[in-house]
């Protein structure tokens, strides 16, 4: 007799945690599904005056350093930074405008002069070095 009801009690408990198992995972693909509709990503390619790998590691920080960016690469050859980012946490300008704030000048935004002047004596481009407007 023990036996019986401890196998119903084993069964039930098997039946209570797999219901509990598959009504959270509706909820969270739901919740999933719900942030997914409200994310807008943006791809955006710009000019970015520098010098070197330096110049890079400090431009990319200033982009990816703004809420909703989620990827900034700088291209040292090319003068070009690709940004990923999510557009209903940030716009074209406050990507710019960080990076301008960081010593460097974009296609749109001069940099800070202050900025420039702190940059190490090997990132302290030429302001009138040709910047890539293209995208590729």
């Known amino acids: 007799m023990k ?3 401890l196998s119903f009690a084993v069964i039930a408990a098997i039946g209570f945690t797999s219901c509990k198992k598959t009504v959270k995972k509706e909820t969270v693909a739901s919740k999933v599904a719900t942030v997914s509709n409200e994310i807008q990503m943006t791809e ?7 010098n070197c ?16 960016v989620v990827n900034a690469t700088w291209d040292v050859d090319k003068k070009k930074i690709d ?12 990507i710019h405008n960080a990076i301008a704030a960081s010593g460097y000048d974009t296609d749109k935004v001069a ?3 202050n900025a420039y002047n702190n940059l190490p004596m090997c990132c302290q481009y030429d302001h009138d070095m ?3 407007n293209s995208v590729d």
């Open 3 to 5: 036996k019986v009801i």
């Open 53 to 68: 790998g330096m110049c890079k590691k400090t431009i990319e920080k200033a982009a990816s350093n703004i809420d909703g």
């Open 111 to 113: 940099s800070d002069l």
């Open 130 to 132: 040709v910047i890539n």
């Open 44 to 50: 955006l390619s710009f000019g970015v005056r520098g």
């Open 83 to 94: 940004v990923l980012f999510d557009a209903t946490q940030t716009n074209e300008m406050e």
